[in-house]
């Protein structure tokens, strides 16, 4: 599975958008992106998945530039309560029943009023 | 709309002792997946089941074993249980029909274990 790289944190504020970047060189032609948010003490939770261009649903969008070697989390006017760890995942969508996430090291986002 | 169960969700052990975890998928989800995750450290894949037949193996200790059974829940039996096994315990379900989207892992709200 292709490595990630993403900065380790990030400060906000409530009302603005914030975006991590992911960067995935080694990306493989079949390889989705995918990203989960995780909640201190509480299991992730997948917000969002994409394989190029842009992808958008009720939480966030994902751009994905057309090299595909990195791709950005945006999220819109975040509150207090996005204040968590986001993981970048990159690999086959199709998990091939039961294939492993690999999670890195991911950006904890810190939300301010 | 159902999650994934886990239980107990707090579980506090001596060293060398035996622990049991369980994990009940969200409905019709015929995966199941099992992460560790140690303090301030990020998940760790350990073993997961397709139709109750092991499909991936990571980094679980010999001490670990694991099943699924008919009904598609999953026990992740710990035998001799040392310090550095308390960590949070996390369960994932998805649906492996082979469509797109379908792999998505949907993740329990873990059980924590404290060994002492």
């Known amino acids: 599975l292709a490595k990630t790289t993403q900065p380790i944190s990030m400060d906000s504020y409530e009302g603005q958008e914030v975006n991590i970047t992911c960067s995935h060189n080694n990306i493989a032609t079949n390889d989705y992106i995918t990203w989960y948010q995780q909640f201190p003490s509480q299991g992730p939770r997948f917000i969002i998945q994409g394989y190029k261009t842009k992808v958008t649903n009720e939480v966030a969008s994902l751009f994905i530039p057309a090299d595909r070697k990195s791709s950005t989390l945006s999220l819109p006017r975040v509150s207090l309560s996005d204040t968590a760890v986001y993981y970048c995942l990159v690999g086959p969508l199709i998990y091939n029943q039961g294939g492993k996430l690999i999670f890195g090291q991911g950006t904890e986002l810190s939300v301010k009023p | 709309a159902a999650g994934v169960i886990q239980s107990p969700r707090h579980l506090m052990k001596e060293k060398r002792e035996t622990a049991t975890l369980k994990c009940y998928p969200i409905p019709r989800h015929d995966t199941v997946y099992w992460y560790q995750q140690g303090p301030g450290q990020d998940p760790q894949f350990l073993i997961s089941?397709?139709?109750?037949?092991?499909?991936d193996k990571g980094s679980i200790p010999d001490r670990f074993s694991a099943q699924q059974f008919s009904d598609y829940h999953s026990e992740l039996n710990m035998s001799s249980l040392e310090l550095g096994d308390s960590a949070l315990y996390f369960c994932a379900s998805s649906l492996s029909s082979g469509g797109i989207g379908t792999d998505t892992q949907y993740f329990g709200p873990g059980t924590r274990l404290t060994v002492l």
């Open positions: 089941f397709y139709e109750k037949m092991q499909s």
